[in-house]
């Protein structure tokens, strides 16, 4: 079976810091793909990065980043000069085989001015 | 990019009526789209799978009775809540992907149904 853990049901960050989202994941499967999304007030999920399960490099996408530890199953996202638009609700998203993906609990992040 | 528009983005209903929301894949094909629910402040949770030209696959607890998906184009599926019932409200969001991308979806803007 997959699942996907958040930890953290809430956390903060002050404007133009740094701040970090823990995932854990596991399955069984040798090819799968991560994601993480995110969901602002609007309710609109927006996805913020990807990262196939075969690279080893870390995905990056200019203030996102990701920490992809295969060993461990981790999957954590670091938001670098977090900024008020990034006040939202984050979910891991765990795809394997077809079709098959399975969301985190989601973490609610609010940057603080 | 990939688009996919959802309608309405809200709707009220009586109890005991039937509602329809749309999702449709705006500038790709999708064999497969899928249908959410998601309650305040929890995550998304799968309800069925919409395959082009044939039966929905349901996930377990879901009635299918009371949520007929219908899919009958590679741009288009639509999910009816048929006699609608207060703990029927909930958010409900589409997504699909483009036949040519093996990862990732696009998600609808979601439908807020209220049942009164």
């Known amino acids: 079976a997959q699942t996907v853990t958040q930890s953290q049901p809430e956390m903060s960050v002050q404007e133009a810091e740094t701040v970090t989202l823990s995932c854990t994941y596991d399955t069984s499967e040798s090819n799968y793909y991560l994601f993480w999304y995110k969901q602002p007030p609007s309710r609109q999920m927006i996805l913020v990065i990807r990262q196939e399960a075969y690279k080893q490099q870390n995905a990056t996408e200019n203030r996102f980043s990701v920490n992809f530890q295969k060993a461990a199953k981790s999957f954590s996202l670091k938001i670098s000069d977090s900024q008020l638009g990034d006040t939202a609700m984050y979910f891991c998203v765990l795809q394997t085989g077809n079709n098959d993906m399975r969301f985190g609990a989601g973490t609610r992040l609010t940057v603080k001015p | 990019g990939a688009v996919v528009s959802q309608h309405p983005s809200w709707v009220i209903c009586k109890s005991g009526t039937s509602v329809k929301i749309e999702c449709r894949s705006l500038d790709f094909q999708a064999t497969t789209m899928f249908w959410y629910r998601q309650f305040p402040k929890q995550s998304l949770m799968l309800m069925a799978t919409s395959n082009e030209g044939s039966k929905a696959t349901y996930e377990q607890g879901v009635e299918k009775d009371k949520f007929l998906i219908n899919h009958a184009s590679l741009t288009l599926s639509t999910l009816t809540v048929t006699s609608a019932h207060p703990e029927d409200s909930s958010f409900y969001i589409c997504?699909?992907?483009?036949?040519?991308?093996?990862?990732?979806?696009?998600f609808g803007s979601g439908t807020r149904l209220t049942v009164v």
């Open positions: 997504s699909a992907r483009p036949l040519t991308v093996n990862y990732g979806y696009t």
